[in-house]
């Protein structure tokens, strides 16, 4: 849920006034009125977006005694925001424990399933996929189990949502 905000030019005048609102896209919802009260010039409106496949630009429009003024706003889709990592180096061997993929929003209406790999996955492998619980804007932790290497060795680790990628180096 998102809000916006719709201003009157003058305070609302007895009784208040309803000002009539329309989407122009179902990615984001707004209610068929605002209701400003008497004496008032604001009133915040919530809008709920939905999840969506592709950015999709929305329109909002908001109508008073003849004039329509409009407001423009983009949903996008639910993508990997970043990946925590408990630690960025480790001794070859050791586990990495709570290790966590963050989304640009909340997961929902159900479970959010981000695909994860490693670019070496022989010194450290990952769970093909990890789980963001519907609601929740981050995965439970996970381990990353490490190999003993002979020498400093970087491997990428990618988790992807929705056909965007976020990668960090361990």
Excluded: E, R
Excluded at 47 to 52: D, N, Y
Excluded at 91 to 112: C, E, H, Q, S, Y
Aim: net charge neutral.
């Amino acid at each position: 849920t998102v809000n916006a905000t719709v201003t009157l030019t003058a305070p609302a005048p007895a009784g208040g006034v309803a000002v009539t609102m329309i989407s122009s896209d179902p990615a984001a919802t707004v209610p068929a009125t605002a209701n400003v009260a008497a004496g008032v010039t604001t009133v915040v409106v919530p809008m709920t977006t939905s999840h969506v496949a592709v950015s999709t630009a929305v329109t909002i429009s908001a109508s008073l005694g003849g004039v329509t003024k409009t407001a423009n706003l983009t949903v996008n889709p639910l993508a990997v925001s970043g990946i925590v990592l408990g630690s960025f180096q480790v001794a070859g061997g050791a586990n990495i424990g709570n290790n966590m993929v963050a989304l640009n929003g909340p997961a929902g209406p159900g479970d959010a399933i981000v695909a994860l790999s490693s670019s070496n996955p022989t010194v450290a492998p990952v769970p093909a996929t990890i789980t963001v619980p519907a609601g929740a804007t981050q995965s439970l932790a996970f381990s990353i189990p490490t190999a003993t290497v002979a020498g400093i060795t970087q491997v990428n680790i990618t988790a992807t949502l929705n056909g965007s990628p976020n990668t960090v180096v361990l």
